[in-house]
């Protein structure tokens, strides 16, 4: 079954300490990304890798870290968390293809975090 | 120039009724624009998307219409069911790049039986 996971699926922690929050998928995807979605903004793409060792800025990365070591994993890393960064986050992952008209694409099921 | 707009916030259709999500974009650069649909606590679901080479793009009781020159694309929900009471964002992405999606804010969908 396709898939994208996420853990863990609930968070609370304090402010400024690192926590990080793992993705995998297990369709050998090429495209992965991560989003947060906050109320009235929609998604917001953090930060998104194109192959293993590729990656680079959304729209909001500031305070955040990401790595692709490997094909099926693309952790986020809050190196110091802040009460800003209370929100939901969904990592994604698809099979980058410009010559398709629709990709497929496969988001996780979501982690709430809490910063006090 | 990144932003999308969509329009309205929320939308509340009679079952079997015709519901109608429109999105804007600034970016011409953008060659990709998708539509998800997304139930509470759920993660996001990629529904239909289209590319700027074809105006209109059916699957099922989704279509999706595309106005490059007004640089506008709407989702139409045909036979509208209770079902179908989601929130749907639209996207739009320079996927030949493979850079980042850019998403619209929201529809909060209310299908009433």
């Known amino acids: 079954e396709a898939q994208v996971t996420q853990n863990p699926r609930y968070l609370i922690t304090v402010t400024g300490k690192k926590l990080t929050v793992t993705c995998s998928q297990n369709?050998?995807?090429?495209?992965m990304s991560w989003y947060r979605q906050d109320p009235g903004l929609g998604l917001r793409q953090i930060y998104y890798s194109m192959n293993v060792e590729v990656t680079d800025k959304g729209d909001v990365p500031e305070g955040y870290k990401v790595s692709r070591k490997e094909k099926r994993n693309f952790p986020l890393i809050l190196e110091s968390p802040s009460p800003n960064q209370t929100s939901l986050y969904f990592c994604a992952s698809s099979l980058f293809d410009p010559g398709q008209a629709q990709e497929t694409q496969y988001f996780g099921p979501g982690t709430r975090l809490l910063v006090l | 120039q990144q932003q999308v707009k969509q329009s309205p916030q929320s939308l509340i259709v009679q079952k079997g009724g015709i519901s109608i999500i429109n999105c804007a974009y600034e970016n011409t650069a953008f060659d990709y624009f998708p539509w998800y649909q997304q139930f509470p606590g759920k993660g996001p679901a990629l529904l239909i998307a289209i590319r700027p080479d074809v105006s209109e793009k059916k699957e099922g009781r989704f279509t999706i219409s595309f106005n490059k020159s007004a640089k506008q694309f709407s989702l139409h929900i045909m036979d509208s069911q209770p079902g179908d009471s989601a929130t749907y964002f639209c996207?739009?992405?320079?996927?030949?790049?493979?850079?980042?999606?850019?998403f619209g804010p929201g529809t909060r969908l209310s299908v009433l039986p």
């Open positions: 996207a739009a992405s320079r996927r030949n790049y493979g850079q980042n999606f850019v």
């Open positions: 369709m050998n995807h090429e495209y």
